[in-house]
C-alpha cells in the first residue's frame, strides 16, 4: 500500500522509531497509524501530501498512490495505477491537465473521469 511507504518514509526521514511520533505529528491517535498499516484506514489527502513534503516525494505521486489505496473496486483501482504509470512515464510534465480533469469533474462517474484523464495523458 502506498500509504505504508509514505509512512515508512517519512519515519525514516525524521529518524523516529515508533509510529506514535508519527501519531503526534499528524495530530491522531498511534491506533490510527497502525490502521493506516493495516488498510482499515486511509489517510487524507492533507495528511498525504505533508507527509510527501516532509520527505521530498512528490505530492502528485502521493495523491495518486493514497487515491489508489483508497478504492475498493479492482478495475478502479488498476485505472489508478495505470495513470501513476503514465505520469511517471512523462515525468509528470502532463500531470496538471490530466489531473485537472478529475478535480472539474470529480462529481461524475470515476471510470469515466480516470479515461479521459488517460486520454489526455496519452
Known sequence: MYQTKLLDSYKS????????QI???????????SEMRSG??????????????????????????VHADRTQNAEIKSIWNEIAK???SQGFQTFSLGFMALVIASNSDIRVIAQYALY???
Open 13 to 20: 526521514v525524521k529518524n523516529y522509531i515508533q509510529d506514535k
Open 23 to 33: 501519531a503526534a505529528d499528524l495530530g491522531v491517535a498511534k491506533s490510527r497509524i
Open 40 to 65: 482499515k484506514r486511509y489517510m487524507s489527502d492533507i495528511q498525504a501530501i505533508y507527509l510527501a513534503k516532509e520527505c521530498n516525494i512528490d505530492e502528485k505521486e502521493a495523491l495518486i498512490g
Open 86 to 88: 503514465k505520469l511517471n
Open 120 to 122: 489526455i495523458l496519452c
